[in-house]
């Protein structure tokens, strides 16, 4: 606070320097003061009858507890909305749950998510999550987010599927996201064991099936021996069949070419 005419002689001042002084006179241009410590009295234009230095305090902590109360009304309000969606979530994962499918909705939000196994096209494959969910096919699309979707019916049914592009646009293929290797290379294993089941009932060998062994051998997964005897047994039958084919085809040339070294020409 700034000293003026109604300042009482003798009292404490500051100079603009922060020195203690007393006020000896009021003079129009300003004041004459004594420094507390030298007695010496001289002349300053401006006095200050707090010191400036403690006000500036004074006034900076003043400034920092209301930033202070402000941070601190706004954590109060972050802190009930977090809670509020705290229990939003909770409410909605102990709903989706009995679901298994929408657990990996959570797990895929948590970054849970690892690996995914692919099943399309005759394949069975384990796949890094970056190297699953990058699309690599346009300069538009590289290093982007393929679209991911589950789908359903009414019967709780549900579906993973993925998108070659991320605007949906391309073909779509199955997959099962695994929140570690360990579980993808059990779901594989799962799939496989069905296939070898099919491979007991069947009398072929069909294209998935065929992925099914190739992925066993990658997983380390050991093909039973009958379904290994069946594979064998059926690979022999289809070679025997072909090689019986071929002679029938070598014949009926050779009797082509028999009839055209007859003909003249």
């Not at 007991?200 to 050991?222: C, P, V």
């Not at 021996?225 to 029938?248: C, G, P, T």
Request: glycine share 2%; net charge negative.
């Amino acid at each position: 606070m700034l000293a003026d005419n109604s300042t009482e002689l003798g009292s404490t001042v500051f100079d603009n320097n922060d020195i203690e002084c007393y006020l000896t006179r009021i003079v129009p241009e300003g004041f004459l003061v004594q420094e507390k410590e030298t007695e010496v009295i001289r002349f300053v234009k401006t006095a200050y009858t707090e010191s400036p230095c403690e006000s500036r305090i004074k006034k900076s902590i003043s400034e920092a507890n209301k930033k202070l109360d402000s941070l601190r009304t706004e954590l109060s309000t972050l802190t009930s909305k977090k809670d509020e969606l705290e229990k939003q979530y909770n409410e909605i994962y102990s709903r989706a749950k009995v679901i298994k499918s929408l657990q990996k909705v959570f797990d895929f939000l948590d970054k849970k998510i690892t690996h995914f196994v692919y099943t399309s096209y005759c394949k069975i494959a384990i796949v890094p999550f970056d190297e699953f969910m990058k699309s690599q096919y346009t300069p538009y699309d590289k290093n982007k987010l393929k679209l991911l979707c589950l789908y359903g019916d009414s019967n709780g049914d549900m579906q993973w599927k993925i998108n070659e592009y991320r605007d949906g646009s391309g073909s779509w293929s199955d997959c099962i996201p695994c929140s570690s290797f360990e579980e993808a290379a059990k779901i594989v294993e799962e799939i496989c064991l069905k296939e070898f089941e099919d491979i007991r009932k069947s009398q072929d060998i069909t294209n998935s099936m065929n992925a099914a062994i190739e992925s066993a051998k990658k997983i380390g997964l050991k093909i039973p021996d009958d379904v290994a005897s069946m594979i064998k047994e059926r690979k022999k039958a289809n070679l025997i069949q072909r090689k019986e084919s071929a002679i029938k085809d070598v014949e009926k040339i050779n009797s082509q070419i028999l009839e055209l070294e007859k003909q003249d020409v």
